[in-house]
């Protein structure tokens, strides 16, 4: 038979109230189906059986674009090993390309939240490819005799190996865009570090004066962190290319073509350009979520980042009169219905509560992954959906503090200055030339008196004038340099 191809007619909505329908059977029994519609009975049983959440696999197009990899590398494998016709097999190729790039999308209705460990979901994929395949050669959809679901589309696979060989498609993809992000995220802290290095201020442990920095030092060591977030996100990806495709119901390759685990790899690697391999323990692979658990704990990871970024912006430009007002984040709305003037932190008020729900995905994940049971783990759906929406939602805050607060931050320099030379603190730089006890009732009478260091010091004359303006200098205090022991002796080295 001839291949032929045409362009399809536009997709549906889901939608049961179509004026035309088709029969479809399954194990329980017959249905109408709305005859524009690609999916079928399965699907069909899914849409009533699961209307839990209102978000549909339609909302998580990484999943889709993966799914239909995975079925377009099958379909060769497959076609390769004669276990389905040339023609049923260019027929499925070109449908997954068609699903692959987003083309029909809404025609996956089924809940993100469904039983039967992501079945619905893999049932929705092979009747869509089937019916397009069809749809390509000017058949009509349901006329599974020609090319089936089960037995065309999904030959020699499982859910269990198929759905979990998406997620991690899926997952690599989601987790390359979040590193992306948060990278850019980074670069934004750069420059607001580099822009900011020579200001003073004074350093904070416990809330507390500790000793002086600079600005563009706090900055650089936000970019620091989320640095290293972004690297360990990264490394993720090579173990989530890890596939325990081909090893079908529980990993043992039950009705699968004993040649197929490697051919359809080896496509799958291609035709993503990703590292992929077979697990080593197929059997063990298909219960196993422990490379969700990391990944989740790595997003958290980079999410407490975040969050403890967001806290200290916040507390930085506090005021702007009782506060610490020592940098200004850009206004972005009116802060209050009936204070006049008043502007709030929004945006990272907004960072913080990704940031909760962040913490609420990891708690989801940890009590997904301890509930599956023997030879599988049936909770995947949750999973991948809170992985997913996460990842998602951690890279639009970084974009929204990037965007409306990072690049618009300023600092107030006199106000940095003022509270390191006002700041008893500074008696630390004098330990090494007169020993800490003396350093100590230095501080000790600065505070008592409300006033400065430099003051108490040169009044006792413990030092030089010279010295001390050298030891005390604030610029000199933000770096690294080693000093002297010795009393009333040595040298300052920067």
């Not at 083309?103 to 460990?117: K, R, W």
């Not at 002086?212 to 360990?232: I, K």
């Not at 049936?378 to 805050?397: D, I, K, S």
Request: some cysteine; aromatic content about 4%; charged content about 20%.
């Amino acid at each position: 038979m001839a291949l032929t191809l045409h362009t399809p007619q536009r997709p549906i909505a889901p939608t049961r109230k179509a004026h035309q329908t088709r029969i479809e059977h399954d194990c329980i029994g017959s249905a109408e189906i709305p005859a524009e519609a690609y999916w079928g009975i399965h699907t069909l049983r899914a849409i009533d059986n699961f209307p839990v959440s209102g978000i549909t696999v339609s909302d998580h197009p990484e999943l889709i674009r993966a799914y239909a990899q995975v079925k377009q590398a099958c379909a060769r494998a497959n076609g390769e090993l004669s276990n389905i016709n040339a023609y049923q097999a260019a027929l499925i190729d070109r449908a997954c390309e068609d699903v692959a790039s987003g083309e029909l999308n809404d025609q996956f209705p089924v809940d993100v939240l469904q039983g039967g460990a992501g079945t619905s979901t893999n049932m929705n994929v092979n009747e869509v490819i089937a019916n397009r395949a069809l749809e390509l050669g000017h058949h009509a959809r349901g006329e599974y005799d020609i090319i089936h679901p089960n037995d065309t589309v999904n030959k020699s696979q499982s859910t269990n190996d198929t759905y979990p060989a998406a997620c991690r498609l899926a997952l690599i993809g989601a987790s390359g865009m979040l590193v992306d992000r948060t990278s850019q995220l980074v670069d934004a802290f750069h420059t607001l570090s580099e822009r900011t290095m020579p200001i003073v201020k004074i350093g904070r442990t416990q809330l507390q004066d500790a000793v002086p920095m600079t600005f563009g030092q706090e900055f650089g060591g936000f970019a620091s962190q989320l640095d290293a977030d972004a690297r360990l996100l990264s490394s993720q990806q090579t173990p989530l290319a890890v596939v325990n495709l081909g090893g079908t119901a529980i990993g043992t390759g039950i009705c699968a073509d004993a040649r197929f685990r490697e051919r359809a790899i080896r496509h799958l690697a291609e035709l993503t350009d990703l590292p992929i391999r077979a697990a080593d323990d197929s059997v063990g692979a298909t219960s196993d979520v422990g490379d969700f658990v990391t990944l989740s704990g790595a997003i958290k990871r980079t999410a407490l980042h975040l969050g403890k970024i967001a806290n200290d912006l916040r507390l930085l430009a506090s005021g702007p009169r009782a506060g610490f007002e020592e940098i200004h984040l850009p206004a972005r709305q009116a802060g209050s219905s009936i204070m006049p003037g008043k502007v709030n932190p929004v945006i990272p008020e907004c960072v913080n509560q990704c940031v909760f729900m962040i913490m609420g995905m990891d708690a989801t994940i940890s009590c997904a992954a301890e509930a599956g049971q023997l030879q599988l783990n049936a909770f995947e759906p949750v999973m991948l959906h809170a992985l997913l929406t996460g990842m998602h939602t951690l890279a639009n805050a970084m974009d929204t503090l990037r965007e409306h607060c990072v690049s618009g931050i300023t600092v107030n320099e006199q106000a940095g200055m003022d509270e390191v030379m006002r700041s008893s603190s500074l008696a630390t730089a004098l330990i090494g030339y007169i020993g800490y006890e003396r350093a100590m009732t230095i501080a000790q009478e600065a505070l008592v008196r409300n006033t400065t260091v430099r003051e108490i010091a040169q009044k006792e004359k413990v030092l030089s004038p010279e010295l001390l303006d050298s030891i005390l200098d604030p610029h000199n205090l933000t770096h690294m340099h080693c000093m002297p022991t010795g009393a009333m002796h040595g040298c300052l080295k920067k």
